[in-house]
């Protein structure tokens, strides 16, 4: 399973990813400032799930549906940085068969995920 996590996503999360063997990219390393839409282009090119903290993502999955592969949107406001990069990872141990093709929301209290996006 790839990845292809937004700008807005905390290092400490894709370093714990890829620790734990996840191949994942990284907008910051790659081309910060880039659109949402090219965000997308290089997500589906890659055949990669987006990991992301921005909710217009929602807006381009749902109403334009520009994404192929699926996302998860991270709504984990107040939370230390490596205790999210814990929930993302015990997130994808739980639900990883589930979130290809998926809208997937962690947030504090529960996860969310609509399937078949496209």
Known sequence: MNFLADENIETEIVDL??????EVDYVLEMMPGI???DI??????NKSLLITSDKDFGELVFRQHLVRNGVILIRLHGILPRKKAEL????LKNYGEKITNSFSVITKSNVRIRSKIN
Request: no cysteine; aromatic share 10%; charged share 15%.
């Open 17 to 22: 990813l890829r620790s734990n063997g996840y």
């Open 35 to 37: 659109s949402d839409n």
């Open 40 to 45: 997308i282009l290089q997500a589906n090119k």
């Open 88 to 91: 993302v990872i015990n997130f």
